[in-house]
């Protein structure tokens, strides 16, 4: 049962840098890649953290500004040292992986709430949401380059 689950959670991430690597274009899926990576963060803290003990608690509109939180806080933890390191992340790009993050975290907290997420804690939502992220984090990044 835990290998699905880490296997589903790393699945978006790893996709990204394979077809990066395969097609030697690397450098064009790095901020898709940390944005997945965020997500996927993000995700697996709020059903650890917020989903099962307080977050159902939560009316909407404070569900929805918890899960972004939690959304902008792992997108931070994630984009951390990439920005004081690497050439290749500027300002707009982790804007746009801490927006597109809050915005996937949002919607995995309103669709959740009133389902635990022990049930089912890596589905198709969080999978879709994962690799939407990337794809969305993809479309910006090719617009911005080229």
Same mark, same amino acid.
């Given at each position: 049962?835990?290998?699905?689950?880490?296997?589903?959670?790393?699945?978006?991430?790893?996709?990204?840098?394979?077809?990066?690597?395969?097609?030697?274009?690397?450098?064009?899926?790095?901020?898709?890649?940390?944005?997945?990576?965020?997500?996927?963060?993000?995700?697996?803290?709020?059903?650890?953290?917020?989903?099962?003990?307080?977050?159902?608690?939560?009316?909407?509109? +404070? !569900?929805?500004? =918890?899960?972004?939180?939690? $959304?902008?806080?792992?997108?931070?933890?994630?984009? &951390?040292?990439?920005? *004081? #390191?690497?050439?290749?992340?500027?300002?707009?790009?982790?804007?746009?992986?801490?927006?597109?993050?809050?915005?996937?975290?949002?919607?995995?907290?309103?669709?959740?709430? +009133? !389902?635990?997420? =022990?049930?089912?804690?890596? $589905?198709?939502?969080?999978?879709?949401?994962?690799? &939407?992220?990337?794809? *969305? #984090?993809?479309?910006?990044?090719?617009?911005?380059?080229?």
């Amino acid at each position: 049962m835990r290998v699905r689950l880490v296997f589903r959670a790393v699945l978006a991430p790893f996709m990204l840098l394979t077809i990066g690597n395969m097609f030697r274009i690397g450098p064009l899926f790095y901020v898709p890649f940390l944005g997945t990576c965020a997500c996927v963060l993000a995700i697996t803290l709020w059903n650890h953290v917020g989903g099962p003990t307080g977050g159902t608690a939560l009316a909407l509109p +404070g !569900r929805i500004a =918890a899960t972004a939180a939690v $959304g902008s806080a792992a997108a931070a933890v994630v984009l &951390a040292l990439p920005l *004081l #390191l690497s050439p290749l992340l500027s300002g707009f790009a982790a804007a746009g992986v801490g927006a597109t993050v809050a915005l996937a975290s949002a919607v995995n907290g309103t669709v959740q709430r +009133g !389902r635990s997420p =022990a049930d089912d804690p890596w $589905g198709g939502l969080q999978l879709g949401l994962a690799f &939407a992220t990337g794809g *969305l #984090l993809l479309l910006l990044e090719g617009g911005c380059t080229g």
